[in-house]
């Protein structure tokens, strides 16, 4: 997947481009609403990562987030992330900021050997990373997103795509 997924990014890149950027002198939105299509890799596991995330700036260039991600293949759990933004230039985007995973564990039953049941284990986890939104015609974005999620004994590469829309005026 990774060898399409570069290509694609550049192609996305390329074409949005064409749209436009938002000058510097344009006020940014007050909200934003994001999806993410791409992929989570540590040394042991790949899995393919979707998720969504919302942001709300209180000033021109800072803003709150919140993340949510499934990662499935080798990793199947849920993402939560809550991070501080901060936009220092143009379409460029900053993220830092706690979270925790929902891992998905299976393991036989004591009284039922042959019925698997599934429990979640909770680990904390401390996020950062950036991205940067190429603004196109009535608030939509889309762009490159990198981040880097720190668990415990773990370091996780999380990639993709995302696509957004941004709205409400400061």
């Known amino acids: 997947m990774r060898q399409f997924l570069v290509p694609l990014l550049f ?4 074409g949005a481009a064409a749209f436009g950027q938002h000058g ?3 006020a940014p939105h007050r909200h934003h609403i994001a999806f993410l299509a ?9 899995g393919g990562t ?18 949510f991600e499934y990662v499935g293949g080798d990793f199947r759990e849920d993402l939560f992330a809550f991070t501080a933004v901060m936009h ?7 993220v830092a900021g706690p979270g925790f995973d929902r891992e998905l564990r299976e393991h036989e039953s004591s009284h039922e050997p042959a019925v698997p049941e599934t ?29 880097v999620d720190i668990l415990k004994g773990e370091k996780v590469l999380v ?3 995302n696509i957004g829309w941004g709205f409400g005026r400061h």
């Open 11 to 14: 192609a996305s890149l390329a």
């Open 24 to 26: 510097e002198g344009e």
């Open 38 to 46: 791409g992929g989570s890799h540590n040394t042991g596991k790949n």
């Open 50 to 67: 979707t998720g969504a995330d919302y942001e709300y700036r209180f000033a021109r260039r800072f803003g709150a987030a919140a993340t």
């Open 88 to 94: 220092p230039w143009k379409g460029m985007r900053l």
């Open 119 to 147: 429990h979640k284990k909770y680990r904390g986890l401390f996020r950062f990373g950036g991205g940067y939104d190429l603004h196109l015609a009535r608030g939509f974005t889309i762009g490159p997103d990198l981040a």
């Open 159 to 161: 990639y993709g795509l």
